[in-house]
């Protein structure tokens, strides 16, 4: 089954930023290289990690974070920190939002202020068509997640408080972003604060008003522009 898989590359202050790695050979190592160093590493849920270790492996010198939870299933790695809800963004140019309600995915987005992008992973997906038959199944009859900006059907079995998981969608969305970036189909250069409310419904729809939440950390000085790159898996 062909099923696309991104890693985003954000450029900071001071080299580097890999959100949810995929497999990295040497060519992709070169084109990375010619960006700048690799000095963070972050596996932003509990299903993006398959290829973790490798990266660590390969950026031994790398900051590497992940999500609570994560230190069982990946025990080989030595991570420097968890993001969850009591703690502050490592980097000043990101403010980090949590879904909150769905143990089983506990996953963090991120606002690169600067470049007004929201990066997410499986929170929505956009695909727009199926590489593969197989992969059309999946997606169309089994995620309900094909033609659009959309929430795989996945989530209702994930979320165990869908209250919790509404306001965190809804603090995500009081933030000021136009690019929407996720792990699965293609970027929304802009309207992706209307796609991320579009395609959230299911989850939103038991909350009537905007929470006054904030992020768990916002930028304190004006960062550098931002850098991406991606590839399947």
Known sequence: MVFPVRMTVL??????????????????????????????????NLLHHLYLPA?????????????????????EVQFTGVLDGSTHSPWPEIAIFAIDGAPPVREVVLHHTSSRSMIVTDLVFNMERALSPASWVI?????????????????????????????????????????????????IHTGGREALMQGTQWMRQEQDHLPDHRPLATAARKPPRASGNSGPH
Do not use: N
């Not at 001071?14 to 010619?34: F, K, M, Q, V, Y």
């Not at 790398?62 to 990946?74: D, I, S």
């Open 11 to 44: 450029r900071l202050r001071d080299g580097l930023l890999l959100i949810s790695p995929i497999a990295i050979d040497d060519e992709l190592t070169r084109e990375l290289a010619a960006i700048g160093p690799v000095r963070y590493i972050l596996a932003p």
């Open 139 to 187: 997606l169309r009859l089994f995620a309900r997640a094909l033609g659009g900006v959309a929430q795989s059907r996945l989530w209702r079995l994930f979320t165990r408080d869908r209250q919790a998981a509404g306001a965190s969608v809804r603090a995500v969305l009081t933030a000021d972003f136009d690019r929407l970036i996720m792990a699965h189909g293609d970027i």
């Open 55 to 75: 990266a660590c492996t390969r950026y031994p010198d790398a900051a590497v974070y992940g999500v609570p939870g994560l230190e069982r299933k990946r025990p």
